[in-house]
């Protein structure tokens, strides 16, 4: 629990991250998640994110390009969204993802 609220502190003095997301993401999400119903890391089929390979903040032309998502999971223990896909920082990304998936 300790991990989580950390998390959610370290989200909330970033509001950039927040950013809005359009309102075709949710149909996106939805397809993605129907195509690719497990982590590409660990394998799981529980609690499962749809995460940009490259950050849509950053790059908003690509939030909604299917090309640019991968599934990854924040179950307990794995969090490989959080781990893997943002390197233990949601300040961060990891551009190797697909090749390290």
């Known amino acids: 629990m300790k991990l989580f609220a950390s998390l959610v ?14 309102s075709q ?9 129907e ?7 660990c394998g799981t ?3 499962l994110e749809v995460h940009h390979i490259r950050p849509f903040h950053l790059f ?7 090309r640019n998502l991968i599934t990854l999971c ?3 223990g794995h969090a ?7 390197l233990g920082s949601w300040l ?3 551009p190797y993802i697909v090749h390290e998936a």
Not at 9 to 22: H, I, Q, W, Y
Not at 25 to 32: E, I, T
Not at 60 to 66: I, N
Not at 80 to 86: Q, S
């Open 9 to 22: 502190d370290e989200l909330k003095a970033f509001p950039v991250l927040g950013a809005p997301r359009s």
């Open 45 to 47: 089929e529980d609690h």
């Open 60 to 66: 908003p032309e690509e939030e909604l390009d299917a």
């Open 92 to 94: 961060k990304w990891n």
């Open 80 to 86: 490989c969204h959080f781990v893997i896909g943002h």
């Open 25 to 33: 993401w949710p149909a996106l999400r939805d397809a993605h998640l």
């Open 74 to 76: 924040m179950t307990p």
């Open 35 to 41: 195509s690719e119903p497990w982590c590409r890391y």
